[in-house]
């Protein structure tokens, strides 16, 4: 179900057309600059090093088709008509963090653009759920600086509710309501949140339940459903607020292997659809297929980052290696 302009029904686009006018673009993609906090502008050098880049990379060269299909037409929009996106949609600068005495984030470093996917990968206890739970202010971090979509993460709460509006998250455990079902579960938060007429909540739940692939599950209540049905329902959920961002922090680590693939899935074709994702996951084939960067965590600091080839292929770190081997003998 698509509207004129190629954008899927109610749900917002995750690309923008190619028409300049385009409202649903304008709406999602153009927020009013200073609306609340402190939106950045366009920053002209960013705006002209775009205007330089080269034509995206054939398929031959193993590069991935469609983020060239689908990013650099919203590029293209940005260099036409330019607005606040020419910024990473996150950028993390020297973050720190402590719990009491323990520092749990030692100066993290992450810029990431608009449509990328990063994979989060490191031991246990390095600190990659509290560094994307800083991203929605889940946790506070106490040094450095976090900006998103323009915005920077302070303690004025109008800030944190901005940043939490365009901010999905999954988590390992898919926290669904009970005594709901799964069409309730997914609209809840339009009706109550967005305050959207139950109808339009309905048929945008309806929408993204086909999306996840469970349009049929939508009657059920969740002890009815697979581990993988609901972690998928989370993932409509999250989508359901219409996120610029999605943070997904193991979301398959506590599934049976038969469903692990079908949640991949999801989100790989979430990714194709050009949402921006910061995920934490050891699902190493997800990451080498679907990742733009990944980022290496252990105590607290980002020990490499790179493309998926460089960290699978050329590690630089004695520590990357080390781990990788671990993950990637089982
Ligand atoms: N609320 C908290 N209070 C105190 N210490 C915490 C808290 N949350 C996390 N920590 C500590 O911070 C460190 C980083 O934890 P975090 O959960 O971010 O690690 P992780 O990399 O996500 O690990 P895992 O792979 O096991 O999920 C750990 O040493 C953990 O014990
Ligand atoms: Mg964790």
């Not at 109610?10 to 709406?27: G, Q, Y």
């Not at 590029?75 to 606040?84: D, K, N, W």
């Not at 309905?202 to 459903?225: F, H, N, S, W």
């Not at 922090?249 to 949640?263: C, G, H, N, Q, Y």
């Amino acid at each position: 179900m698509t509207d004129e302009a190629g954008h899927p029904g109610l749900i917002p686009p995750l690309a923008a057309c190619n028409d300049a006018a385009c409202e649903a673009c304008l709406a999602y993609h153009r927020p009013q600059a200073g609306a609340l906090g402190k939106r950045l502008q366009p920053n002209p050098v960013q705006v002209a090093r775009l205007s330089q880049r080269p034509a995206a990379p054939s398929e031959a060269d193993g590069s991935k088709p469609w983020r060239r299909e689908i990013v650099l037409p919203e590029r293209e929009g940005i260099l036409a008509l330019p607005h606040p996106m020419t910024e990473p949609i996150i950028q993390c600068t020297d973050v720190h963090k402590w719990f009491d005495h323990f520092h749990a984030l030692r100066g993290v470093n992450m810029q990431v653009e608009k449509g990328e996917v990063v994979v989060i990968f490191g031991p246990s206890g390095s600190g990659k759920s509290t560094f994307i739970r800083t991203i929605n202010r889940l946790e506070e971090h106490q040094q450095g600086t976090i900006v998103i979509d323009g915005i920077e993460l302070t303690h004025d709460v109008r800030n944190i509710a901005v940043i939490r509006s365009e901010i999905g998250m999954v988590f390992q455990s898919f926290n669904l309501f009970p005594h709901l079902t799964v069409q309730q579960n997914v609209s809840l938060a339009p009706i109550w949140v967005r305050k959207w007429p139950k109808d339009k909540a309905d048929e945008i739940a309806r929408q993204l339940l086909e999306r996840v692939g469970i349009p049929e599950q939508a009657e059920k209540y969740p002890a009815q459903l697979s581990g993988g049905q609901q972690q998928r329902v989370a993932i409509a959920r999250a989508l359901a607020m219409q996120p610029k961002i999605m943070l997904f922090d193991e979301p398959t680590s506590a599934l049976d292997p038969e469903m692990i693939k079908e949640v991949l899935d999801v989100m790989t074709g979430l990714a194709r659809s050009g949402m921006t994702m910061l995920v934490i996951t050891h699902e190493m084939g997800f990451a080498r297929a679907v990742a733009d960067r990944m980022f290496f965590f252990d105590e607290g600091v980002v020990v490499e980052s790179g493309s998926p080839s460089d960290i699978f292929d050329r590690p630089k770190e004695e520590r990357t290696k080390l781990f990788l081997s671990q993950i990637l003998s089982h």
